[in-house]
């Protein structure tokens, strides 16, 4: 059975930040939030309801309301995730309050409640990336045994995906907080007005949108991309595909966790100004490539990760701290309200 590559040196990020932050100190204007983000989500949600009423009105038929969900009704439902996690970094607005709402909001045609939850626990994993039994997106080690490197099996695993991300959270859970409570309260009778007002066919679009949006769909290949292992030694990497322009950028992965106060509309801008630093590492043109490529490649697997111990991670970032590294403002800490 192949088993996680456990390391024993830090992640790259904390280190190729300080160089970058030294040798270009004007990367600091880049630091902020953008509120292109809010108006962008406001129109990708009135256009994820717009074509559920649509389809409701039309009382189309379950082939025509399952093509819609197919094509772009999961491009619009990724967006809206994506649109949370911009808002889980405070990327979209000043206050942390108008970030919350902003993805409350995101979340509406998604169905599921999963905001606040997001804004909970993904922090931990930039702070803890690669950290065994820490960074909330690493896969379970019964997730590695059980799917192995089986074509078969991998494809029904992506095509879960959000059921296996979900079951990670589940890890970490602890009693909900405040925020989530408050999400579960909006996203319970959004969904029940959903079904009432956009009947079974709308309804029926938001929830397929939802789940073949975060499983075997193209926008969905940034979940495979980011930090499996396709180079040896390499952690994190870029995709720099089309298919950023409905994602705010996330594919700009390894810009992201260098400096993750960046919105995804610098992160270009950042890409150009350290192109050296980022032009020698192996990144991605295609999410379908790399779809076809982690099924299809024996070697590749939910195994395929960089790990370390917490006592690795810790004794780099008090080395990191002698040495008078700082992180120039672009880590924020993981305990947030």
């Given at each position: 059975?192949?088993?996680?590559?456990?390391?024993?040196?830090?992640?790259?990020?904390?280190?190729?930040?300080?160089?970058?932050?030294?040798?270009?100190?004007?990367?600091?204007?880049?630091?902020?939030?953008?509120?292109?983000?809010?108006?962008?989500?406001?129109?990708?949600?009135?256009?994820?309801?717009?074509?559920?009423?649509?389809?409701?009105?039309?009382?189309?038929?379950?082939?025509?309301?399952?093509?819609?969900?197919?094509?772009?009704?999961?491009?619009?439902?990724?967006?809206?995730?994506?649109?949370?996690?911009?808002?889980?970094?405070?990327?979209?607005?000043?206050?942390?309050?108008?970030?919350?709402?902003?993805?409350?909001?995101?979340?509406?045609?998604?169905?599921?409640?999963?905001?606040?939850?997001?804004?909970?626990?993904?922090?931990?994993?930039?702070?803890?990336?690669?950290?065994?039994?820490?960074?909330?997106?690493?896969?379970?080690?019964?997730?590695?045994?059980?799917?192995?490197?089986?074509?078969?099996?991998?494809?029904?695993?992506?095509?879960?995906?959000?059921?296996?991300?979900?079951?990670?959270?589940?890890?970490?859970?602890?009693?909900?907080?405040?925020?989530?409570?408050?999400?579960?309260?909006?996203?319970?009778?959004?969904?029940?007005?959903?079904?009432?007002?956009?009947?079974?066919?709308?309804?029926?679009?938001?929830?397929?949108?939802?789940?073949?949006?975060?499983?075997?769909?193209?926008?969905?290949?940034?979940?495979?991309?980011?930090?499996?292992?396709?180079?040896?030694?390499?952690?994190?990497?870029?995709?720099?595909?089309?298919?950023?322009?409905?994602?705010?950028?996330?594919?700009?992965?390894?810009?992201?966790?260098?400096?993750?106060?960046?919105?995804?509309?610098?992160?270009?801008?950042?890409?150009?100004?350290?192109?050296?630093?980022?032009?020698?590492?192996?990144?991605?043109?295609?999410?379908?490539?790399?779809?076809?490529?982690?099924?299809?490649?024996?070697?590749?697997?939910?195994?395929?990760?960089?790990?370390r111990s917490r006592a690795v991670h810790d004794g780099a970032v008090r080395r990191s701290i002698q040495v008078g590294a700082s992180d120039e403002g672009a880590r924020k800490p993981i305990q947030r309200t």
């Amino acid at each position: 059975m192949r088993s996680f590559e456990w390391v024993t040196r830090a992640e790259p990020h904390r280190a190729r930040r300080r160089r970058i932050v030294r040798e270009h100190p004007e990367i600091r204007a880049l630091f902020g939030y953008d509120r292109r983000t809010i108006a962008v989500t406001l129109a990708v949600v009135l256009a994820q309801f717009a074509v559920a009423w649509l389809l409701g009105v039309c009382a189309a038929r379950c082939w025509v309301v399952t093509l819609a969900a197919a094509t772009f009704g999961a491009v619009l439902s990724h967006w809206c995730a994506m649109a949370i996690h911009e808002a889980a970094h405070d990327l979209a607005a000043r206050r942390v309050r108008s970030n919350k709402v902003l993805a409350l909001i995101a979340n509406l045609p998604m169905v599921l409640p999963v905001a606040m939850s997001f804004r909970r626990y993904h922090l931990a994993h930039h702070a803890l990336l690669g950290v065994a039994g820490e960074d909330t997106d690493l896969p379970r080690s019964f997730e590695v045994r059980l799917i192995g490197t089986g074509r078969a099996r991998k494809l029904l695993w992506l095509f879960f995906y959000i059921v296996a991300y979900l079951g990670r959270a589940a890890r970490f859970a602890k009693l909900p907080n405040r925020d989530e409570w408050i999400n579960l309260a909006i996203q319970l009778p959004a969904a029940w007005l959903s079904w009432r007002l956009l009947s079974a066919p709308g309804f029926t679009y938001l929830l397929l949108s939802t789940l073949i949006g975060h499983s075997l769909h193209p926008v969905a290949g940034h979940f495979v991309h980011e930090h499996y292992v396709y180079a040896p030694e390499q952690e994190t990497y870029s995709y720099y595909g089309p298919l950023n322009h409905v994602t705010f950028n996330v594919g700009y992965h390894v810009e992201h966790h260098d400096f993750m106060n960046v919105p995804g509309w610098r992160l270009p801008a950042l890409h150009r100004i350290a192109k050296r630093h980022y032009d020698t590492l192996v990144s991605h043109r295609s999410w379908t490539w790399v779809l076809w490529h982690f099924i299809t490649n024996p070697a590749m697997g939910p195994h395929a990760r960089i790990v370390r111990s917490r006592a690795v991670h810790d004794g780099a970032v008090r080395r990191s701290i002698q040495v008078g590294a700082s992180d120039e403002g672009a880590r924020k800490p993981i305990q947030r309200t």
